[in-house]
């Protein structure tokens, strides 16, 4: 068993992370502004911003999962927290996953990323901080941090949940796209992806993407 620390845990990715890994047995703590909906039993809640509670839950942790999005009071701010969870993540020995957008994916090896082409004006705010955190990671996250950026598929989110499969794909910095072109994948098989990443590391300093 596990102790997973899931900041943002009651936003669309991190609710479902909370309730796959608390069904699989682990010890899990969810962090976020708002009172969750629903509470998952056995899960403990900790109400209030990232960057006042982090340094009170992580400490023990083995993984500490980010799903914070640039939204809202948190937009233009998001490196910044990433940045110092990052560093409370390496101080405590926690694995440290990010999760990022699919526009910080290529189209091909080689390929620019998604986030530096013709990214629709109103997602490209959110694109190019997502990416930032990318960067973050790759070019200043503390040399004993165990870090994974993971980028879902082009088509995930709250307005395609999709259905609990089990099934998944994963990938490198290139997406993943099915034999029709699409790339998708729901927010119940992000969250077994995720969890199958932390109770069996594959993949270390590294960025990922998952899809079907």
Do not use: C, N
Request: aromatic fraction near 6%.
């Amino acid at each position: 068993m596990a102790k997973i620390v899931v900041i943002g845990g009651t936003g669309y990715t991190g609710s479902h992370l909370v309730r796959e890994a608390a069904a699989r047995g682990h010890d899990v703590v969810s962090v976020s502004r708002s009172e969750p909906q629903e509470r998952v039993h056995g899960v403990q809640y900790e109400v209030g911003p990232a960057e006042q509670t982090a340094e009170r839950v992580i400490p023990g942790a083995d993984a500490v999962v980010a799903t914070l999005s640039p939204r809202g009071d948190m937009a233009g701010r998001l490196v910044e927290v990433y940045s110092d969870l990052a560093r409370l993540s390496a101080q405590t020995g926690a694995r440290y996953l990010q999760i990022g957008g699919f526009s910080s994916l290529r189209p091909a090896p080689g390929a620019p990323r998604f986030a530096e082409g013709d990214v629709p004006e109103e997602y490209r705010q959110e694109a190019l901080e997502g990416e930032a955190g990318r960067v973050m990671l790759v070019e200043d996250a503390p040399e004993d941090l165990d870090w994974v950026f993971v980028s879902p598929a082009g088509a995930y989110g709250a307005f395609a949940p999709g259905e609990r499969t089990g099934a998944y794909r994963v990938g490198d910095e290139v997406a993943l796209f099915d034999a029709d072109g699409a790339s998708t994948l729901s927010a119940a098989d992000l969250a077994i992806a995720l969890v199958d990443e932390i109770e069996k590391p594959a993949h270390h300093r590294q960025h990922i993407g998952i899809a079907y």
